[in-house]
């Protein structure tokens, strides 16, 4: 080691802030999964590490006056996977959480951890921008607001300016009380994803959608979504076409890599089968869950 | 490997380590891993793959695993952490200690202490898990020898023997009651 590393603990914002503004090699540690991992191996060597468990708020998962649920930067993923308190799409954070890693990452890792580092193979930055989440971040020049879409610019790339650190991710009330649903491929379990999907929907009494949001995630510097594609599928019957042509719009979007995880050819092949198993399991989600609730039992329909 | 050791910039840290409340200092960017083999000599939790993916290194903070590896050591002021060292009561070995024993799922032995320690939080918070659930709490641990039924067997009949004694235990306390009812 070049130099000694040093760590602080802050209980406060502003003190955070002024460490990282006074040291340039300074970094913010959250749940430690993946820093922690690049300094083991060499990758990185921060002069100073600005530990943000002691941030009061940090980490829970609140509930806003207009519906939105506020999750903390600090919230670990095994929390965010248990949290009851999402409502329709909201809740494709927790079926994404729930598939991040094996359970000691899960009670380590954060998810401002994790979008902060902007992998487009982890599985929240396609989680939040499925469900047009918002991202709090504090900064030298104050606080401000990013959409999830505006939020990842680039590979392992975010919005987020020198300085800067996330503070929270605001997930919008969804009035179409969505379904969710969460597809992850990968060859080993709890490795990051070759190709994922997320998708919210919702269906009319008569089948037909009447929402639908999908972002697919490893195919790209930067999870994708098409909205075009997905306005295209509202107020049909979910066929098999339309799901094809969502794919197809989605797989024109994408620009994949060559890696361990699989060639960039057979992640093209692969998304649209990912995006349509997601939607019609998600859609498969809403009818059972209308079935449950009008009592009538799980009902016909939803896929043709 | 005290090259490991980063003596320069020294933070103190009050820890709970199997129990025992310790004053310790630790370098800044040290691991949890590294605090505990080679300030504390406690080498049962593994240095494997030092990136996460092997379980080898898994302990309990605060009663639920993580990777010490990846757990910065000056995060672990004022918690508890466990290791299999601290599972030994004297010289006997805890319930799914000894079932990994009995049940021959030990084989080079080097995934165990980790596997040993997911597998006992699993235990506590769920006292009878089924082998979905075991699994499920034994993924991301590696063992090369690729032992896992026999880990997975184990663990069901360490859950057994700890229900078994349970009963056992309210038996006899019923025992004991009927005992002392009867008494004059």
Redesign the interface.
């Known amino acids: 080691m070049d130099h000694a590393m040093r760590f602080a603990e802050p209980d406060s914002i502003e003190e955070v802030l002024s460490l990282l503004a006074a040291d340039p090699e300074a970094r913010c540690l959250a749940g430690g999964a993946t820093l922690v991992a690049m300094m083991n191996a060499g990758l990185t060597a921060p002069s100073l590490l600005v530990s943000l468990r002691k941030l009061p708020g940090l980490a829970s998962i609140d509930p806003q006056a207009d519906g939105a649920v506020r999750v903390g930067a600090m919230a670990r993923h095994a929390t965010v996977a248990a949290h009851d308190g999402f409502a329709g799409a909201q809740a494709i954070l927790a079926a994404a959480a729930r598939r991040i890693g094996h359970p000691a990452i899960r009670t380590m890792g954060t998810i401002g951890g994790s979008i902060s580092h902007a992998d487009p193979s982890a599985d929240y930055p396609t989680a939040i921008t499925a469900a047009d989440a918002v991202v709090e971040i504090a900064g030298p020049e104050g606080a401000r607001a990013v959409p999830a879409d505006e939020f990842f610019v680039d590979w392992l790339e975010t919005a987020l300016a020198p300085g800067e650190i996330v503070t929270g991710v605001v997930v919008p009330p969804d009035a179409t009380d969505a379904a969710v649903h969460y597809e992850k491929f990968t060859r080993a379990d709890g490795d990051f994803a070759t190709v994922a999907a997320a998708a919210c929907v919702a269906l009319a009494e008569d089948g037909a959608v009447a929402a639908l949001r999908v972002a697919a995630g490893g195919v790209a510097p930067t999870p994708i979504r098409r909205r075009e594609a997905e306005a295209a599928l509202i107020g049909r019957p979910l066929t098999e076409d339309g799901l094809a042509a969502l794919g197809a719009a989605l797989a024109d979007l994408s620009d994949p890599i060559d890696d361990m995880r699989g060639s960039a050819d057979y992640r093209r092949r692969l998304l649209p089968r990912i995006v349509g198993r997601a939607v019609r399991r998600a859609a498969a989600a809403f009818t059972a869950r209308s079935g449950a609730r009008s009592g009538t039992g799980p009902q016909a329909g939803g896929v043709a | 490997m005290t090259a490991e050791l980063?003596e320069?910039?020294l933070?103190p840290l009050r820890v709970t380590v199997n129990g025992r409340a310790q004053a310790l200092a630790c370098?800044?960017?040290e691991?949890l891993l590294t605090l505990l083999r080679e300030r504390l000599g406690l080498t049962g939790a593994k240095r494997g793959c030092?990136?996460?993916l092997c379980?080898a290194c898994?302990v309990l903070?605060d009663g639920?695993?993580?990777?010490a590896?990846?757990?910065?050591a000056?995060?672990c002021?004022d918690r508890r952490v466990e290791t299999a060292e601290g599972l030994l009561r004297g010289a006997r070995l805890s319930p799914v200690q000894q079932a990994l024993v009995d049940g021959g799922a030990v084989q080079c032995g080097f995934c165990t202490p980790g596997m040993t320690m997911?597998l006992t939080?699993l235990l506590r918070a769920e006292p009878r898990p089924d082998a979905a659930r075991v699994r499920?709490?034994l993924?991301?641990?590696l063992c090369r020898c690729t032992g896992y039924v026999k880990i997975v067997e184990a663990a069901l009949a360490a859950a057994e023997a700890q229900a078994q004694k349970g009963a056992d235990g309210a038996a006899a306390g019923d025992a004991d009651a009927r005992a002392e009812g009867a008494a004059p």
């Open positions: 980063d320069d910039a933070v370098g800044g960017g691991t030092n990136q996460g379980g898994t903070l639920q695993p993580v990777r590896c990846l757990t910065v000056a995060t002021a997911a939080a499920e709490a993924s991301g641990h």
